[in-house]
C-alpha cells in the first residue's frame, strides 16, 4: 500500500465478502480480519489480490483461547511481501526502505545537472539536450517506478491519488521531450532554453519538459524517503511487551533446583523467585512471603503483600523475600501476552488519518485530466493544429504536477519533529497529526504520570517531644537493611535528610508487618500498627487521628517505636510531580476536558485529582479495562487523547485517537503511543499538542499555496502560453515557498 486510501480500497473490498468485518490499518500494514465458517483464509487473500496488492497470513504470535485461524476465529491478512510480528515488521521496513534510498540517490544524482542545464543557459552547449534525456531516463523510468505502479493500480479500480498525479505529471514532461526532439525541433543543434520569464505563445515542437520530470521525481523521492523513516515500526509494541518477562526460571524438580529457558515452563511447575528476580509466569505462591511490584502491569503504586496462597502474575518484580511459586498459566494464556493481544487489537483496530495529499489529490487528479482534454478538443475545435492542440493539453499535465506538493508533508514534519526533538517531544509520524486537533478529552495515567510514580517520604508526625530528625535516624537505619519500596522511600529520606546512617543489629523482617532491631542501642519497630501491637504498645490518640487521615487520603502510614513506646507516624505515598497542577491547566486551556484514569484505589486518585485540579476520576480499573474506558469514551463521541507511561497503558494508548507516552516509562508504552515526552513532564503533554497543532497547520497551508500555485498557471497552459522557464520558476518558488513556511515551525516556543 502507498497511501491510506489503499487501505480503505482493501478494507471496502474485505467488508464486501459476506459474513466478512475487516479493518485495514495503513501505519502497520495489517489488516485484522473476523470472518464465518463459509470464509477461508485463502478467500480473503485472494479478494485482496484481486484488488492489486498482497496479502499474506501472519503465523499465529500468540495463540490462545479464542485464537488461531479456526472458522469464525481472527485471522489476519496482512504485510505484502510476507511477515508479521515485530521483527518481520522491522526487517520489512528496512528492506522497504533500502530500495528507496537507492531510487533517491539515482534521482538526485542524475536530476541535479538537467534542472542545472535547463535553468542556465550558459550551461547549454551543443546537444545539451541530448545528455538531459539520457540522463532524466533513468529518472522518470527506474527511480519513479513506484509511482506510476502505484498510478495503474489504482486506475484499475477507478481511483486517483498524488501517486497518479506524479504520474501523469512526470510522463507527460518526460514523452512530450520525446516527441520534441525526435519528431520536432527541440532536437535540433544549437537549441537552447532562454532564460525569460515572459508569457508568450510558443512552438512546443521546440520545448522540452526533462527538468521537471527529473526534479519532481526527485522532490517527492526525497518526501516519501523521510515520511517512511519516520513511519511507525508496526509491531515493536509487541516486542517491548514480550521482552518484558524473565528469559530463565529456576524450577524445582525432585527437590533440586534447575535453570531452564521460561519457554519449557509448564503448568504445574514449581519454581523459585528470589529478591530483585521478575517472576517468570502466572502462578499461586505455595512458599515464602514477600512484597512484590505490580505497578508495571496493574499501575498500583504500592507494592502487594503476597504469602502462601496468593496469586502473583508474571513479569512483576519480586521485591521482598524469597517465593516457590506454582505455575498455573503459561505462554499465550499469561495476562502479559493477553496485554500484547489488546496491544496488536488496538492498533489494528485504530483508523490511520488519511493523508492529506492524497485526499485533495483525488478531487483535483479528474479535474486536471478533464481540464487537459477539455484543452486539447478546445484547441482542436479552433483549427489551430494538431501540434499547438497537444502542446497546450500537456502542458497542462505538466503544470499540475506538484513538486511543491511531495515537499509539504514531509518538511514541515521534518522541521516540526527537529524542534520538537530539542523540546523533548517525539512525533512518529504525519498520520498522527490530524488527531491533535480534534481531541477533545484528555485521559491522564496516575502512576508515573501525574505521580513521581515511586514511593516517597511526604510527611513525619511525632509525638512525646521526639524531634523529626530522631524518628528519621532511627527509622531509616532500620528500613535501610529492607529491600520494601516503601522502607526504601523512608531510608533515602532519612539519607538525605542526615547524611550517613547507624548499622542496626539484630535486624529481623516480618512478613506483612514491618521490621525490628537494634539501632544505638534502642529496640526500633517500623511497620503496621499490627506489629506494635504484637509487642502490646499503642498509638497515642494524636498519631492515630493521623494516621487515620493520612489513609483516608490514599497515604501508607507507618507507625515508628523505641523503647516501648510508639513515638511517631510516617506518611509514604506516590507524590504528584510539582509540574503537574500547572500541566492540567494548559490542557484545560487547549480546550481538553482531563480525566484521571488509575488502578489504584479511589481514595488515592481523589486525593491526588483534587491536588492538581482534575474533576472527573476512574479508579481501581485494571489494565484490560482501560481499553474499554477510552472505547467508552470514544463511543460517547469524545475524541481521546491517553497519556501513560506503564505497560497497563500499552493497548489503551494504541486505543486512543491520541496516545502521549511518557519517556520515561516502559517501552511498550513509548511505542504504543503516537507523541512521546522525553522529560517525563506532563506539561511537555501541552507542548507537544501545540507544536503538533502547529505542524498540521503549516502542513495544511503548504498544501494549498502548493496547489494555488500551480491552480494558477493552469489557465496560462490552457492558453498555450506556458514558458518552459516560466514553469521552472513557479516549480522553484513553490518549492522555496513550501520550505520556507516550514522552517518557521523552527521559532516554536514552549510556555513559560
Known sequence: MTCASCAARVEKKLNRMDGVEATVNYATEKARVTFGAGTAVE????????????????????????????????????????????????????????????????????????IAMAMVPSLQFTYWQWLSLTLAAPVVTYAAWPFHRAAWTNARHGAATMDTLISVGTSAAFLWSLWALFFGTAGEPGMTHPFELSISRTDGAGNIYLEAAAGVTAFILAGRYFEARSKRKAGAALKALLELGAKEVAVLRDGLEETVPVAELRVGDRFVVRPGEKIATDGTVVEGASAVDASMLTGE?????????????????????????????????????RMARMVEDAQNGKAAAQRLADRISGVFVPVV?????????????????????FTAAVAVLIIACPCALGLATPTALMVGTGRGAQLGILIKGPEVLESTRRVDTVVLDKTGTVTTGRMTLLA???????????????????????????????????T????????PEDFANIPGLGVQGIVDGHAVLVGREGLLVEWAMELPAELNELKRRAEKAGRSAIAVAWDGEARAVLEVADAVKESSPEAIRRLRALGLTPILLTGDNRAVAESVAAEVGIEEVIAEVLPQDKVDVVK???????????????????????????????GTGTDAAIEAGDLTLVRGDLRAAADAIRLARRTLGTIQSNLFWAFAYNVAALPLAAAGLLNPMLAGAAMAFSSVFVVGNSLRLRGFQPVR
Do not use: C
Not at 61 to 69: E, F, R, T, V
Not at 496 to 503: N, S
Open 301 to 337: 503504586s504500592v507494592p502487594v503483600e503476597v504469602a502462601v496462597g496468593d496469586p502473583v502474575t508474571g513479569a512483576t518484580l519480586n521485591a521482598g523475600g524469597r517465593l516457590v511459586v506454582e505455575a498455573t498459566r503459561i505462554g499465550a494464556d499469561t495476562q502479559l501476552a
Open 369 to 389: 485530466i478533464a481540464l487537459a482534454l477539455g484543452t486539447l478538443g478546445f484547441w482542436l475545435g479552433n483549427g489551430s493544429g494538431l501540434t499547438a492542440a
Open 43 to 114: 478467500d480473503l487473500i485472494a479478494t485482496v489480490e484481486a484488488t492489486g496488492y498482497t496479502a499474506k497470513e501472519p503465523p499465529p504470535a500468540h495463540p490462545g483461547p479464542g485464537q488461531g485461524h479456526l472458522p469464525g476465529a481472527d485471522g489476519g491478512a496482512a504485510r505484502g511481501g510476507g511477515g508479521s510480528g515485530a521483527e518481520a515488521g522491522q526487517s520489512e521496513e528496512a528492506d522497504g526502505l533500502g530500495p528507496l534510498r537507492q531510487r533517491l540517490t539515482t534521482a538526485v544524482a542524475l536530476a541535479v545537472p538537467v
Open 460 to 494: 513525619v508526625h511525632t509525638a512525646g517531644g521526639v524531634t523529626e530528625n530522631e524518628v528519621l535516624r532511627l527509622a531509616g537505619a532500620l528500613e535501610h537493611s529492607s529491600e520494601h519500596p516503601i522502607a526504601r522511600a523512608v531510608a533515602q529520606a532519612a
Open 496 to 503: 538525605e535528610a542526615l547524611g550517613t546512617l547507624p548499622t
Open 632 to 662: 467508552r469514551l470514544q463511543a460517547e463521541g469524545r475524541s481521546v487523547a491517553m497519556v501513560g507511561d506503564g505497560v497497563n497503558d500499552a493497548a489503551a494508548l494504541a486505543q486512543a485517537d491520541l496516545g502521549l507516552a511518557m
